[in-house]
Nanobody, 125 residues
Framework: QIQMVESGGGLVQAGGSLRLSCIAS????????MGWFRQAPGKEREGVSS????????SYVDSVKGRFTISRDNAKNTLYLQMNSLKLEDTAMYYC??????????????????WGQGTQVTVSS
């Protein structure tokens, strides 16, 4: 049974930092690209960042470039998202996801087939 469990969300003031983690089990973690997505109330799910299976390639949505960093530790089956200089508009439920087998990196939700339950990030002023 494949499981993806996110953690690290919470309430933080604007300008602060959070580090999200996603632990995966039941799959060959180091053979798949991974991604972080977010969804705010009333909005569509948005791709935030993606990382290739070996971690050599990353991609980010423009709104988080220079502030967020995606990384992975394949030995620990864990995906991370370091979020710095958080803004009010970063408030959302954040999800990790596993890409389809032929994807290198992508921030398109349709390229992902396995999703976690999400962790809430709330940025206050």
């Amino acid at each position: 049974q494949i499981q993806m469990v996110e953690s690290g969300g919470g309430l933080v003031q604007a300008g602060g930092s959070l580090r999200l983690s996603c632990i995966a089990s039941g799959l060959t973690f180091d053979a798949r690209a991974m991604g972080w997505f977010r969804q705010a109330p009333g909005k569509e799910r948005e791709g935030v960042s993606s990382i290739s299976w070996i971690g050599s390639r990353t991609s980010y949505v423009d709104s988080v470039k220079g502030r967020f960093t995606i990384s992975r530790d394949n030995a620990k089956n864990t995906l991370y998202l370091q979020m710095n200089s958080l803004k009010l508009e970063d408030t959302a439920m954040y999800y990790c996801a596993v890409a389809e087998g032929n994807v290198m990196t992508s921030t398109r939700p349709k390229d992902y087939s396995i999703w976690g339950q999400g962790t809430q990030v709330t940025v206050s002023s």
